[in-house]
């Protein structure tokens, strides 16, 4: 008999979702806006020339821009007063969830990378007016 028509279900050959508390804070679970943002994805044990390349060459450059400063760590519309800013941006995104994800091989492909890298600028300039120093310096940046 089965081990299945037996009742007995085996784990053996199916995949168990396991929760981590790596991405946990150390105190009283609390996360920070990066990880409420961006949750950890599926990771590959492996890359590609292309995102070496993104990794070391294209992330490396605009992480070293003057202008980058304000793309490195996700936007915290509390402190910077922009209450509207989740409702207009729907996908948020910056160069540091990139970065942190391209070290922890979280893309399959180099496409998905530069997909996030190009959604940073995007999203600069869907929530911003072009008038606007931020938008400069995306525009700068890209």
Request: charge should be neutral; hydrophobic fraction near 35%; glycine fraction near 4%.
């Amino acid at each position: 008999m089965s081990e299945e028509a037996s009742g007995n279900n085996s784990a053996a050959g199916k995949r168990v979702k396991r929760s981590s508390s790596k991405y946990e804070a150390a105190e009283g679970n609390t996360l920070s806006i990066e990880q409420r943002l961006h949750p950890v994805s599926k990771t590959y044990n492996f890359t590609t020339n292309r995102l070496q390349f993104i990794q070391h060459k294209i992330m490396k450059v605009l992480w070293k821009n003057r202008f980058c400063w304000p793309f490195q760590k996700a936007v915290d519309a509390v402190e910077l007063n922009i209450p509207d800013y989740y409702s207009v941006v729907k996908n948020p995104m910056d160069l540091g969830t990139v970065k942190r994800k391209l070290e922890n091989f979280e893309y399959q492909m180099g496409d998905e990378a530069l997909t996030d890298i190009r959604l940073v600028f995007d999203n600069c300039f869907l929530y911003n007016k072009p008038q606007d120093d931020i938008y400069s310096m995306a525009k700068d940046l890209e």
